[in-house]
T-cell receptor, first 116, second 115 residues
Framework: AQKVTQAQTEISVVEKEDVTLDCVYETRDTTYYLFWYKQPPSGELVFLIRRNSFDEQNEISGRYSWNFQKSTSSFNFTITASQVVDSAVYFCALSGITGGGNKLTFGTGTQLKVEL | GAGVSQSPSNKVTEKGKDVELRCDPISGHTALYWYRQRLGQGLEFLIYFQGNSAPDKSGLPSDRFSAERTGESVSTLTIQRTQQEDSAVYLC?????????????FGPGTRLTVL
């Protein structure tokens, strides 16, 4: 079965601090896809990134960066110089053949609070 | 272009009543998904439609839940004889196709409260 674990329930930081959100996954598939979504207080899930299991290159997009390590089954998300607007719940998700090839398996989310 | 839209945004109902939730996917997206998010929880998969194929209903929690989709357009999720444990946000998503490699884009959700 597929599983995504986000052990950090809530993180509070002061603006401009760097913060890393952890994501650990379990799957028997060799081909799978990992995602991060942001859910601001408005409630709508906003897509941030998708990675496939064959691409372990880290990715940077502005203040956001992602570290994918198959050896530890982790796909961690770092926000550099956090801002109040980054306050949201962040979900890590996984799709793969075992899970039906299409449905996403979500972690329970990490609530990030960025304070002035 | 327009994103996924859902209606109503909020629904309050009494226990035992039936409710219908609507989802309009992104135009051209052949795959459509329903998820449920209970308060403080992650999203649980409910059902998936891909083109004219039989839907994957493996996530529906009981036979009180059903969903329909007409072609590659609108979908409705129906909950019959609602119970208080059905209170949640129901989220719809669509993707270009049904393979796991395609990104799912989510609507704003319908917040259902069963009194």
């Amino acid at each position: 079965a597929q599983k995504v674990t986000q052990a950090q329930t809530e993180i509070s930081v002061v603006e401009k601090e760097d913060v890393t959100l952890d994501c650990v996954y379990e799957t028997r598939d060799t081909t799978y896809y990992l995602f991060w979504y942001k859910q601001p207080p408005s409630g709508e899930l906003v897509f941030l990134i998708r990675r496939n299991s064959f691409d372990e290159q880290n990715e940077i997009s502005g203040r956001y960066s992602w570290n994918f390590q198959k050896s530890t089954s982790s796909f961690n998300f770092t926000i550099t110089a956090s801002q109040v607007v980054d306050s949201a719940v962040y979900f890590c998700a996984l799709s793969g053949i075992t899970g039906g090839g299409n449905k996403l398996t979500f972690g329970t989310g990490t609530q990030l609070k960025v304070e002035l | 272009g327009a994103g996924v839209s859902q209606s109503p945004s909020n629904k309050v109902t009494e226990k035992g009543k039936d409710v219908e939730l609507r989802c309009d996917p992104i135009s051209g997206h052949t795959a459509l998904y329903w998820y449920r998010q209970r308060l403080g929880q992650g999203l649980e998969f409910l059902i998936y439609f891909q083109g004219n194929s039989a839907p994957d209903k493996s996530g529906l929690p009981s036979d009180r839940f059903s969903a329909e989709r007409t072609g590659e357009s609108v979908s409705t999720l129906t909950i019959q004889r609602t119970q208080q444990e059905d209170s949640a946000v129901y989220l719809c998503a669509s993707s270009l196709a049904g393979q796991g490699s395609y990104t799912q884009y989510f609507g704003p959700g319908t917040r259902l409260t069963v009194l």
